[in-house]
């Protein structure tokens, strides 16, 4: 897909626009090689399963949190009964 494919909704104005400033723009100066790389490595961090860490983290927060709501609603019971 061209760069033109992606402007055709735009304004004849918006695409003269944006042709001056992508000319201002430097050139990818990334070799193939390390662009490659550097893709593929997104990728694979991408698609790979967060860390354990990461998963059970929110479990032990929100199990806190539920206990102490649990609790204070037991002592408000208590007061008012």
Do not use: N
Not at 28 to 40: E, G, L, T
Not at 65 to 80: N, Q
């Amino acid at each position: 897909m061209s760069r033109d494919d992606d402007l055709r909704d735009l304004a004849d104005d918006d695409v003269r626009a944006l042709r001056e400033l992508a000319g201002g723009l430097p050139i990818d100066d990334v070799a193939d090689a390390d662009a490659s790389r550097i893709a593929r490595e997104a990728r694979m961090h991408q698609t790979a399963a967060p860390p354990l860490a990461r998963v059970l983290e929110p479990i032990a927060v929100a199990l806190c949190a539920t206990s102490v709501m649990g609790w204070a609603l037991i002592k408000v019971l208590e007061v008012f009964s």
